[in-house]
T-cell receptor
Framework: KAGVTQTPRYLIKTRGQQVTLSCSPISGHRSVSWYQQTPGQGLQFLFEYFSETQRNKGNFPGRFSGRQFSNSRSEMNVSTLELGDSALYLC??????????????FGPGTRLTVL | QKEVEQDPGPLSVPEGAIVSLNCTYSNSAFQYFMWYRQYSRKGPELLMYTYSSGNKEDGRFTAQVDKSSKYISLFIRDSQPSDSATYLCAMRSASGTSYGKLTFGQGTILTVHP
């Protein structure tokens, strides 16, 4: 069974640009969560999508947005990039939303560097 | 102050040692407590999870949760060089709208040398 895939794996952008990252969940999984990982702040929750609807959101500015498609694939977008947005962006998929226990499976991440 | 505090280390131990990793937290709504392992250039993978207080053992790994002290631990017995990784504690509540939101500790970098 294929795991969570994220594309691209590496990305270099300049300040002010925007970027779109993609995540394909494990087959059959319908919930996708996004996290940002930096050396200073660690892993921080960005948002969660289920059935094409954002169900949960972390404390990030509005420049960070996401969406989910009918096939459960998800994208996140960061507009007007800042140097501080350089990070590893991780996507995690799980079977459903709202279950008592719901293991999240992480992808390898997209390493974004903002110059 | 962060909701979850974890000593980032780094921690270096000889092969065969017992390793103790710990996290403290402040949010009493947390009910699920997890330990993830992350190898370099990989995403985190779930090692163990515990619901509420108590102990859980899986092979060389033991997870402990003390909700009264808001303190969780992971013990690794007979540590191996292949255990060298970053270990992250994570927590979430069990109700409301926060099902999918995991709150992570900073992660502890562990090196087990032969």
């Amino acid at each position: 069974k294929a795991g969570v895939t994220q594309t691209p794996r590496y990305l270099i952008k300049t300040r002010g640009q925007q970027v779109t990252l993609s995540c394909s969940p494990i087959s059959g999984h319908r919930s996708v969560s996004w996290y940002q990982q930096t050396p200073g702040q660690g892993l921080q929750f960005l948002f969660e999508y289920f059935s094409e609807t954002q169900r949960n959101k972390g404390n990030f500015p509005g420049r960070f947005s996401g969406r989910q498609f009918s096939n459960s694939r998800s994208e996140m977008n960061v507009s007007t990039l800042e140097l501080g947005d350089s990070a590893l962006y991780l996507c995690a998929s799980s079977l459903a939303f709202g279950a008592v226990w719901n293991e999240q499976f992480f992808g390898p991440g997209t390493r974004l560097t903002v110059l | 102050q962060k909701e979850v505090e974890q000593d980032p280390g780094p921690l270096s131990v000889p092969e065969g040692a017992i390793v103790s990793l710990n996290c403290t937290y402040s949010n009493s709504a947390f009910q699920y407590f997890m330990w993830y392992r992350q190898y370099s250039r990989k995403g985190p993978e779930l090692l163990m999870y515990t619901y509420s207080s108590g102990n859980k053992e899986d092979g060389r790994f033991t997870a402990q949760v003390d909700k009264s002290s808001k303190y969780i631990s992971l013990f690794i017995r007979d540590s191996q060089p292949s255990d060298s990784a970053t270990y992250l504690c994570a927590m979430r509540s069990a109700s409301g709208t926060s099902y999918g939101k995991l709150t992570f500790g900073q992660g502890t970098i562990l090196t087990v040398h032969p």
